[in-house]
């Protein structure tokens, strides 16, 4: 199995910058894409950015040149850097992972999720 823990959550005034981390473990050959979602009370769950192995990003409309992902394949860890945070911002922030695992004998691919981590902003 694969697991996913997260840190960096925390309150903060709006203006001000966070910066979030997943680091993955367990069963692991490769990771391929890695992303962050978040989910604020009483909506969907959304893509807040996202990066390829290869480093190839995207991201939501809301976050464009205020959040910035980054990862390190040698860590198995993504980052969200968020700066400019607004009270819009406010949600629970959960990391997911696209991993390829090695069981000894077979190759398969699993979809796995952090546990979430709290960003509140305060305006």
């Known amino acids: 199995q694969v697991q996913l823990v997260e840190s960096g959550g925390g309150l903060v005034q709006a203006g001000g910058s966070l910066r979030l981390s997943c680091a993955a473990s367990g069963r692991i050959f490769s990771i391929n894409a890695m992303g962050w979602y978040r989910q604020a009370p009483g909506k969907q769950r959304e893509l807040v950015a996202a990066i390829s192995r290869g480093g190839s990003t995207n991201y939501a409309d809301s976050v464009k040149g205020r959040f910035t992902i980054s990862r390190d394949n040698a860590k198995n860890t993504v980052y969200l850097q968020m700066n400019s945070l607004k009270p819009e911002d406010t949600a629970i922030y959960y990391c997911?992972?696209?991993?390829?695992?090695?069981?000894?004998?077979?190759?398969?691919?699993?979809?796995?999720w952090g546990q979430g981590t709290q960003v509140t902003v305060s305006s």
């Open positions: 997911n992972a696209d991993v390829l695992s090695d069981s000894g004998t077979y190759y398969y691919t699993g979809d796995y």
